[in-house]
């Protein structure tokens, strides 16, 4: 029997969609049907009824307040299920059971998606006192632990375009001048760990350390978070910061890196 090429199988339609669905990566959040008609060569009634037919299903979402759309929650499902398959989940559990117990504080696993970090999974604390649980959650990358780890690895140039402009301020300590926030960045490659010293939430601290894979590239962040009164500079310094960046080479070498 010849085995036909599985181009004469593809449905036009459904490469359409996908084709609508890709244009969302990168920097693109959000796009409308004129702008997604010019890049993709297509009828705007064809891409009105693609975007309507994914909205239906939940990939895409309608911002109310200027009409265009954005990818919605179904694509965070789909991603957080592939992530689950490729093992990061599953080698992550037992390594964050394992920060949690050696910081007395929540730990938490999330990953980069576009301009925001994304919680994936926490194990919680013990202590009576303990901070809300992120899970599910996107927050900033300037003002997190977790979001200076995910990209303190990238180049200048990949850095530079990310922080382009300035950056939202959350409390006082927030870092809102991009060129201070590179220079944290070094600092974070020299000792494999970030800090959030009450620059998202008064109060809440974080120490975050970066996770790679097989292919030595960022995928993840490892952090633990707890109130400001246990998170001292001192504790950040002498046990928590080396006890995250350890578990986040842990993880890495679980995924298959090799330095």
Known sequence: MVRRDKSNY???SVAHALDVLEEFRGEMDELGVTELSKKLKLHK????????????RNYIEQNRTNDNYRL???CLELGQTFIH???LLKQAQPILHELAESSAETSYLSILRSNDVVYLDAVETTSTVRVVSRVGLHMPIHSTAAGKALVAFESEDE???RFHSELPRFTKNTIINSEELLHVLAR?????????????EDGLRCIASPVRDYTRKVIA????????HRLSDERIAQTIGPEVARCGKLLSTRLGYRE
Do not use: H
Request: hydrophobic share 40%.
């Open 85 to 87: 398959q490729r093992g």
């Open 45 to 56: 009634n064809n891409v009105f009824r693609i975007l309507a037919t994914l909205q239906s």
């Open 10 to 12: 593809i449905i036009q």
């Open 221 to 228: 962040a490892l952090s633990v978070s707890g109130p400001a």
């Open 188 to 200: 974070v490659r020299e000792c494999e760990y970030a800090t959030d010293l009450e620059e998202f």
């Open 159 to 161: 850095l530079r375009k």
């Open 72 to 74: 919605g929650i179904k």
